[in-house]
Every structure is written in structure tokens, then in C-alpha cells.
């Protein structure tokens, strides 16, 4: 399995942001608001923690520069004193993640139903993708952005429903030779019919016949649904992560 470190680089690579600021093993980004783990800064070396209260002022001053609000992404990186500093600070823990990953070595993902696969960029994916997950305008017109600064080889994957209409999509990224996989979704009205895993399987399948020796992916705690699924694929949990915020 891929170390911590390893897949929180892949992820980074597989989902840029617009603008970056490093500060030793520190990395602020910014994207517009669109998703906190590109609107948000974290620690990638838990030794990296001296200094931590000045450094969390500083990027949280950023933050609210451009616009957005401050946020740390505490992940296993975080040293004990940026931890203690957030705690003086009376920064609030909310929305738990879990990142799940699973090695592709051996596996097999046979193509079931009717998926087709995109550059992220194509109007068919994004326009799917959005409507899915019911995006605003603006959001959309961010995500293209996104979308487009995505260096790694990357594919928007969509299952169709019988009718012809997106049912789920997903969006697959190799990154270093881990598979990334992203803004999954599938139509509300159309979940527990096996279009997840329809989608998911494909975007599984592409990745490892592109040269992907591992997976990854990162799902909200609650999310049961989504864990039952990516568990029954093969993913098992590596760790854990959290927002923090200003109270």
C-alpha cells in the first residue's frame, strides 16, 4: 500500500488547485471555494511543526485575503504542535473523512453496462457530472477550470441508464501510479440500481490498464452507502482526516 505521504501527493496532483503557497511542508491552496481540500491548507511532515501558531495566523490571513474562509485539513501529517496550536486558537473539528485505498495488483474489472469515458474537459462529462450532483452555474464554471489544470492522465467516466440518460460519474486520475477517483456521484433516483459500482469498476478498470499499481479514495464518515460500495470493491481504510476552523 501506498504510504500516507504517497497518498496525499497523488491526491494533490489529482485534484489541483488554482493558486498554491508553500511554507516548508506546508501547503496552502486556493481554488474559488470550490471543494475545502482545494480551499484549505495542511501539513505534509508531522517534524514540520515548529512555529505553528504564527504560520496558522499567516495562512488563515490568506485565506480571508482571497475570499474564502480559513480552514485546516488535519490529516495523520499534522504535527503535535499544530494540533496544540489549533486547540489554543479554539479552532473547531467538523466533517471527518476516511481515505480507503487497495492494491490493483492482480485485479480483474470486467466492463458491465453501458460506461463511456471522456477528457475531464469534455462538455459530456462535466455537464453529467454536474447535473448528478445538481451544481450551480457558477460552481460548473470553476469545476471547468479545475478540470482543465489537472496535469496527470485522467478520464471522466459516465454509466448511462437504459433511457440513455447519466445515471453515475466519476472521475478517475492516475497519479504516480495511484489511482484517484473523484466527484462520485449517481442520480438520487436511480442509487442502490448498481450504477455506483457500475462506474466505479470502470474507472478501477482504466486506471489499472494505464499503469496504476494501487487505488485511493476519500469518503465523509457518514457516508455509508458510498463506504458499503468501495469496500465491497476491494478499498480498506489506511486513515483518517478532519476540518478545523475559526469558531
Not at 34 to 39: C, V, W
Not at 61 to 77: E, K, M, N, Q, Y
Amino acid at each position: 500500500m501506498p504510504s500516507i505521504l504517497g497518498i496525499e501527493s497523488a491526491c494533490l496532483s489529482a485534484w489541483p488547485a488554482v493558486g498554491t503557497v508553500h511554507d516548508g511542508a506546508w501547503l496552502w491552496r486556493f481554488a474559488h471555494g470550490y471543494s475545502k481540500r482545494s480551499n484549505s491548507f495542511q501539513s505534509l511532515d508531522p517534524e514540520d511543526d515548529e512555529d505553528a501558531e504564527r504560520r496558522i495566523d499567516y495562512l488563515a490571513a490568506l485565506s480571508l485575503r482571497h475570499g474564502i474562509a480559513p480552514v485546516f485539513r488535519v490529516t495523520p501529517l499534522a504535527g503535535g504542535r499544530v494540533l496544540d496550536a489549533l486547540d489554543r486558537a479554539g479552532w473547531s473539528t467538523y466533517e471527518e473523512s476516511r481515505v480507503l485505498a487497495m492494491s490493483l495488483a492482480d485485479c480483474a474489472f470486467e466492463p458491465a453496462g453501458d460506461v463511456r469515458f471522456f477528457n475531464p474537459t469534455d462538455p459530456r462529462w462535466y455537464r453529467a457530472q454536474s447535473t448528478l450532483s445538481q451544481s450551480t452555474g457558477k460552481t460548473v464554471e470553476t469545476l471547468k477550470i479545475l478540470l482543465g489544470l489537472i496535469a496527470p492522465e485522467a478520464r471522466g467516466v459516465v454509466a448511462y441508464a437504459p433511457d440513455g440518460t447519466p445515471a453515475a460519474a466519476a472521475l478517475a486520475v492516475n497519479a504516480g501510479g495511484i489511482g484517484i477517483y473523484l466527484n462520485v456521484v449517481t442520480d438520487r433516483t436511480k442509487r442502490r440500481q448498481g450504477y455506483g459500482a457500475m462506474v466505479m469498476r470502470a474507472a478501477l478498470r482504466w486506471t489499472t490498464e494505464n499503469g496504476a499499481r494501487a487505488a485511493a479514495i476519500q469518503v465523509t464518515s457518514d457516508n455509508d452507502p458510498a463506504i458499503r460500495l468501495y469496500e465491497s470493491l476491494g478499498f480498506v481504510e489506511q486513515y483518517r482526516y478532519h476540518y478545523r476552523s475559526p469558531a
